[in-house]
């Protein structure tokens, strides 16, 4: 069958709508909140504060950056590794982290800061809609080069609001504990995407598979992806903990995490090929598995060594995912996941729930202290009564409710997606940005270079 | 006419010179501020003040960053979208602006910071230094590819002192309202770059043509700069903000106004295209035009819907600039503007200075609290006064003093840079590194390479 | 003779010992510090602190992130210049960085973070460690294409347990001041990797020259390195500085240094070139020479003039140095330098080091005030009698121990290194990454391409 991927009118209207949309709501319900308002002022002399140091702002914003180049530098060049779909890692990353970040300031602040009939927004807000975003991103990859921007659009809308109906059940109701988000980021939406693409499995893939790869200069920028993640890491899982240890120790356990995480991939990398040479997939993504893997724990008492342990892991487990369950997958289970999201943001964020579940359980006032012990796990108020061990089970509880509503919601974000009038590639075209960009023409002289001459027969 | 392009001797005395002339002035008159002064121990005593934290390198130093990560990577890449210029325009961007930081110390030092015979620096003239420079970079793309290096060295000299002359007028004798620069930094670098552009019009500019656009990689080292830019705007508009809620609130509304330029840029791009397919200059520059059209208001109670209107007319301004305002300029005003900065620096400065009159005149104490009214606007001292009203009138004052100063000076300037003797290139050599650097031989299997067989024809 | 570059069994073994290793020290000895640990709210409580902004994390933590960037980033793409080693540059950084994190964290522990039987790791720790394997890259630049990962992280080892016991030497016994490891990072570094590449002279590495060089595309990347390192270099002069004024100072004075070095080195590097042309070598290295210069002195009172004096002769001496003394160095010492370390940290570092005994040597209570003076040298305690005068002289004997222990310590290094079975790649094979890696197999449509016609021949 022959797709219309002419998108002159679908994709400016969808913008637009959105964008008009997004106006409206921001206009009826979004004001700044009370650190981030001229009455702000008043506050502090109402307290006898004598510091600005104390506006949140000061104590959010470093990691609030790191944060926002993870999700626009990092995910956006870590895609660009295949051969021609860099303007669309990078320019479809951005469009959809750009819409996904409004409308999750909407729906996050609508489940946690809605006060006296106004969403009241302040530089956390702007950390937890980057998380929210970041979950879509790792969607984005499994899907990446076989959906046009509409859908990704579509898809957005869609997987914000679920992650946010999912971040509320588990951090209001099941009161668990999340703050690098293992589970309603990595974990959601790994599974999210999974379902996605295992709905819009295309039979005929192969015919664009000599651009299902890289090239030399394609896997150098997508290093720049990988290393932005790996080294702005510490700030995303510290980046929401509580003011103080907690975020000093995220950023520590991260830290630690990662750097093992390094070593097993790269050993099993060499390991796994037949003249014991490294393969540039695994270093660009396998690295990055310890980071997710603590995302739950990083902020508890999970202790440097235990952050190693995790790294170490999940460095191995995410290297021979790439090697031997994707292609299984793929063949098997009908799972196109262009990006291996399975080994990097799946399985890791599985291991990182379970990992945050036992180190609540194990938690004790030795370990906390009294006063610790309360504020880390908020055992007050309504959680008097809860025990770490109680905790412990809450927290595996809000795994299988991340599970259950990414494989539900990807199913029929999937099908909605399947529709055949939203602009996607045929089998033959993916990967390929000549087909929603204007593509520079190569200086006559190189008729023969890559780019140019790849672009021809691609051209629908 | 044949020109001399060998700068073997022009491009060393005039980096030496001025290095030593810098290092002179530095020796007479720059000195520490008190909080970066060892002395600053005996205030903080003095003031009885416990911590260190009230230390104002706390407050600005990682904003600091960001911005100095905008000019140096930010404007640097988004300049490499030229085939054969990236050397030029992240080396010479570079130059121009690691000369111009030290100039406009200097400079806004002697007008802003000059207390006892010294000029006292600390981490907040570092951020205006930057700012200044921000400025050269912004005029450094209407010039891009036509101009030598000694050139921009001449041309940031006169443009740092004018931009310094025109701040102390702005912030000083009009008091107007501008921490994020759209009328200091936008709108005057803009309007004096495309003066200077226009002054040396280059007639025989298509010989160099088929250099003038990008190929595949050139496009995807741009994004990086776009990227920064993008990411760490929030830091630009919030650097040099007032402590607390001011700089918090800054912070977010370029956040939101920068999310909805992306969806309206992409939208535009897409509709003006016959196939619908998106451009890559589009998605480069118009993306970031919400930025700088929310530079002065941003401090202000703009609103997030308010910031996302700004985006969302920016995004769509912007983009049609590109399509229509740049080569009308170029057919018919003899305007030359290499890097469309009229549409990412001119149009949105201009809207941003409108903007921050109108919300200025707008303010009252019903939204701003009495304190915070005084505060936010500094209504007391001289400024007694001065009602809202008055002050936005004195915003739009702003505008057209700078936009005066732009074209005064840009005339000026661009006449002492079209005399012959600073080595610029010949028309049929525009957009080349080749010029003014050494290339690297290409592996001799390579001569069909692009960049191999480009560079032949273009030796001088 | 024949080498064996197969690492299948090597490099992954290597990887899990070491790993295995650094997990059981981690357990016995690694805990958090007090700022990191729930108790601190006791701490806090205790001292009648009520702002959790005291917890170090703040102090450090947006310095540390910059700092981590310039290892990861700015070292590993520094070294992408080389057009077939990209993957090893920036994928061989990011391993070796990765294992002398976790190394450095134990050694500098327990040289200066042992309390009660455990290591207390903080903020602190992270950015020596850092710190630490910023020597180590350094060292990289000097055999960078000669040697094996294996190699690497042997060296890595060694070199990080020579560095701590050197650092421990200079801080704990000779109580010199170091903040920005001029000596310590930069010259030990330096002369170390320059000892061992003198020890691993390849007499026939010419046969592997015509991959010795850049290609127009890995000079832009190679620019992503040396921008990130520059901007980020005021943050790594000013990491570990004493909070307040001298973290302020140390940042203000790398900001000059660094803005001077890079107008010095233009005006060389052209000046150098027969046509006037700039050579982008210079331009990637020689403009880093300043922060390296003012390592030592940055956070002392060298003045903003004395910055730029260091800077102005740094850039001077380091171009001239890559123009004349890397080759003389190679053809006459059998000193094989890569990336011309000796120009930009060896020599520099020298520099830095009685540049930073001549201010201490200087220093006065007119120009620090008595506690000012107190406290920038710690002239309390145990040091209570030592003068400015003696503390120069200490300053200066510090250098002496690092050179010292650099040459010692490379010559013992190098031998080891020099064993047959670390699978180094054979002469003619140098500075290629298909050694080592999996390369993408380019479309079948270029033939032609560089990177393709190059690889064959290099293939062992």
């Known amino acids: 069958m022959v797709w219309n991927t002419n998108l002159r009118w679908r994709l400016p209207v969808t913008c637009l709508l959105?964008?008009?949309?997004?106006?409206?709501?921001?206009?009826?319900?979004?004001?700044?909140?009370?650190?981030?308002?001229?009455?702000?002022?008043?506050?502090?002399?109402?307290?006898?504060?004598?510091?600005?140091?104390?506006?949140?702002?000061?104590?959010?914003?470093?990691?609030?950056?790191?944060?926002?180049?993870?999700?626009?530098?990092?995910?956006?060049?870590?895609?660009?590794?295949?051969?021609?779909?860099?303007y669309s890692s990078v320019g479809f990353n951005f469009l959809l982290a750009a819409f996904g970040i409004q409308w999750a300031l909407l729906l996050q602040g609508w489940f946690h800061s809605y006060y006296r009939g106004y969403?009241?927004?302040?530089?956390?807000?702007?950390?937890?809609?980057?998380?929210?975003?970041?979950?879509?991103?790792?969607?984005?990859?499994?899907?990446?080069?076989?959906?046009?921007?509409?859908?990704?659009?579509?898809?957005?809308?869609?997987?914000?609001?679920?992650?946010?109906?999912?971040?509320?059940?588990?951090?209001?109701?099941?009161?668990?504990?999340?703050?690098?988000?293992?589970?309603?980021?990595?974990?959601f939406g790994a599974y999210f995407g999974l379902t996605v693409t295992w709905i819009l499995y295309r039979p005929g893939l192969h015919q664009s598979k000599e651009r299902q790869s890289s090239v030399y200069h394609s896997d150098l920028f997508a290093m720049i992806g990988t290393l932005f993640l790996w080294m702005y890491w510490p700030s995303f899982n510290s980046a929401v903990s509580n003011h103080g240890d907690a975020q000093h120790r995220a950023a520590i356990n991260t830290y630690c995490?990662?750097?093992?995480?390094?070593?097993?991939?790269?050993?099993?990398?060499?390991?796994?090929?037949?003249?014991?040479?490294?393969?540039?997939?695994?270093?660009?993504?396998?690295?990055?598995?310890?980071?997710?893997?603590?995302?739950?724990?990083?902020?508890?008492?999970?202790?440097?060594?235990?952050?190693?342990?995790?790294?170490?892991?999940?460095?191995?487990?995410?290297?021979?995912?790439?090697?031997?369950?994707?292609?299984?997958?793929?063949?098997?289970?009908?799972?196109?996941?262009?990006?291996?999201?399975?080994?990097?943001?799946?399985?890791?964020?599985?291991?990182?729930?379970?990992?945050?579940?036992?180190?609540?359980?194990?938690?004790?006032?030795?370990?906390?202290?009294?006063?610790?012990?309360?504020?880390?796990?908020?055992?007050?108020?309504?959680?008097?009564?809860?025990?770490?061990?109680?905790?412990g089970k809450f927290q595996a509880a809000g795994l299988f409710v991340s599970l259950a509503m990414a494989l539900v919601g990807g199913i029929i974000v999937g099908i909605i997606l399947k529709l055949p009038f939203w602009g996607q590639p045929a089998d033959e075209n993916c990967f390929e940005d000549a087909i929603y960009w204007e593509m520079p023409e190569e200086p006559k002289s190189t008729v023969l270079h890559p780019e140019d001459s790849t672009l021809k027969p691609s051209e629908p």
């Not at 012990?373 to 905790?391: H, I, V, Y």
Request: glycine share 10%; hydrophobic share 45%.
């Open 18 to 86: 959105l964008q008009v949309a997004l106006v409206v709501l921001f206009g009826v319900f979004v004001r700044y909140d009370m650190d981030a308002d001229p009455h702000w002022i008043d506050k502090k002399e109402a307290e006898n504060s004598t510091s600005d140091m104390e506006n949140e702002f000061y104590y959010r914003y470093p990691s609030f950056q790191d944060v926002h180049v993870m999700i626009f530098v990092g995910f956006g060049f870590l895609m660009t590794f295949l051969q021609r779909y860099g």
């Open 119 to 187: 969403i009241r927004v302040g530089v956390e807000n702007l950390i937890n809609a980057d998380f929210c975003v970041g979950s879509v991103c790792v969607a984005f990859g499994a899907v990446l080069g076989k959906v046009s921007p509409v859908q990704l659009l579509i898809m957005t809308l869609f997987q914000v609001t679920l992650f946010s109906v999912n971040e509320f059940i588990l951090l209001n109701l099941l009161e668990v504990k999340d703050a690098g988000g293992s589970m309603t980021i990595h974990t």
């Open 257 to 391: 995490s990662l750097a093992a995480c390094v070593l097993t991939s790269v050993a099993l990398s060499s390991a796994l090929h037949k003249k014991g040479k490294l393969d540039m997939v695994h270093i660009q993504n396998a690295t990055l598995a310890g980071g997710v893997a603590v995302g739950t724990a990083a902020e508890m008492m999970l202790m440097p060594y235990g952050s190693l342990i995790v790294g170490f892991i999940c460095g191995i487990v995410s290297t021979l995912g790439f090697v031997y369950l994707t292609p299984f997958l793929e063949s098997r289970l009908r799972v196109q996941d262009t990006c291996g999201i399975h080994n990097l943001h799946g399985i890791p964020g599985i291991i990182g729930a379970i990992v945050g579940a036992v180190t609540a359980s194990c938690a004790n006032t030795d370990v906390y202290g009294v006063n610790g012990l309360t504020q880390a796990f908020g055992f007050d108020g309504f959680k008097t009564n809860r025990t770490p061990s109680m905790q």
